[in-house]
Each structure stands twice: as structure tokens, then as C-alpha cells.
């Protein structure tokens, strides 16, 4: 899986032009949906929960072209739940963002 730091902000950029405040806010944003869907995934006692919160962190990843953490969401979707090596992977790419 390739990793591009600036793809988020390209991806926002392309959206919303060059407004460094509006992007600054979205990406805000995004990285506040990504931080809930991971303690989602850490918090999921079920297999459907585990599966929707992968699947809500794959899709804000793909929208926001960060490839790594969205195949690392697709990972978890068919990962057991609570798997801790995935788990650690999943926090530190969210931590590169």
C-alpha cells in the first residue's frame, strides 16, 4: 500500500481551492471522525460493531485519499475483532496523518 502525506490535502485542496482555513477545518474534521472510529473499533464487543466501525474508517479514508489507514480499514473488516497487532497499525498510521 503506498503512502502519500499530502494526499489529504490534495484531496481537500481539489474540493475547495485554495482556502487554507476551510481545509484546515476539514481535515480537522476528518481527523475527529477517524479518531472516533478507532475508539470504535477498540470499544467493539461484537462482529457487526467491528465491521461497521472498519467500514466507517474506510470510508473516511477513501474519502480523503489516505490509502494506507483505508487499507488497513479493509484489513479489520475480515480481521476478528479487537485484533491488537492490527489495532496498533491502524493507530499509528492514524498517527502519520
Known amino acids: 500500500m503506498a503512502y502519500d502525506p499530502g494526499a489529504i490535502d490534495a ?9 487554507p482555513a476551510l481545509i484546515a477545518e476539514l481535515r480537522g474534521a476528518f481527523l475527529d471522525g477517524v479518531t472516533r472510529a478507532c475508539t470504535q473499533l ?3 464487543e461484537t462482529v457487526e ?10 470510508g473516511l479514508s477513501a474519502s480523503f485519499g489516505a490509502v494506507r489507514l483505508m487499507g488497513l480499514a479493509a484489513l479489520a473488516a475480515e480481521a476478528r ?9 491502524i493507530r499509528r498510521a492514524v498517527d502519520r496523518l
Open 81 to 89: 475483532p479487537g485484533d491488537p497487532d492490527l489495532l496498533v497499525k
Open 42 to 44: 477498540e470499544a467493539a
Open 11 to 19: 484531496a481537500l485542496a481539489a474540493a475547495v481551492g485554495d482556502e
Open 49 to 58: 460493531h467491528w465491521r461497521m466501525a472498519a467500514a466507517r474508517l474506510r
